[in-house]
């Protein structure tokens, strides 16, 4: 087996279950919860908001994700629908800013299990910085994907992205908002 040394990760694995007492869905209790670092979402709107990725492809990997609780993409009325697809423009407006990836993958998985979802019952968009060059030898020959920043680095620099667009509202602490 091979190994990879990443002593940062520790303070991942002994954190206590954030969610644990979470009763329903935990994409829901993010929309109305104000703890917004402690959960990791970075950026708010009238009808979504933007989390980090607990387990990201890349550095800066985030979710873009509507207040309103449904899997079918057809069920957002016209609002919901603008205000998601602004909020996801505005997400990689501030990954430019923060992070200067030379692409993206932005995409929804959309049917459960068979599209590739862990949580199929609240849409979400996911946001993927990429780099030439980021996925190398590790995933591809030795099955290893290698995260070169801690999600809570990645938060700050982030935030400071959605910071410093127009209309933003930053709070001392916790998500921008628009």
């Known amino acids: 087996m091979e190994q990879v040394f990443a002593p940062w990760r520790i303070d991942w694995i002994e954190r206590p279950d954030k969610n ?20 990791n979402v970075v ?37 919901v629908l603008t205000d998601h697809a602004r909020l996801k423009q505005r997400t990689i407006e501030a990954m430019e800013t923060a992070l200067h990836p030379e692409g993206y993958n932005a995409g929804l998985n959309l049917g459960g299990g068979a599209a590739g979802g862990s949580i199929d019952d609240h849409l979400h968009t996911h946001v993927v910085p990429r780099w030439e060059g980021d996925t190398n030898f590790m995933p591809v ?37 628009f």
């Open 20 to 39: 644990a007492d979470i009763d329903g869905c935990v994409f829901c209790a993010f929309a109305e919860s104000d703890d917004d670092r402690a959960n």
């Open 141 to 177: 020959i030795s099955e290893t994907k290698v995260i070169v920043e801690a999600v809570e680095d990645t938060y700050d620099r982030l935030r400071d992205g959605f910071a410093e667009q127009e209309g933003a509202t930053v709070p001392n602490d916790g998500a921008v908002e």
């Open 43 to 79: 950026a708010r709107s009238d009808h979504a908001f933007v989390l980090l990725n607990n387990y990201p492809y890349n550095p800066g990997h985030a979710m873009v994700i509507p207040h309103q609780h449904t899997g079918d993409y057809r069920d957002l009325d016209e609002p």
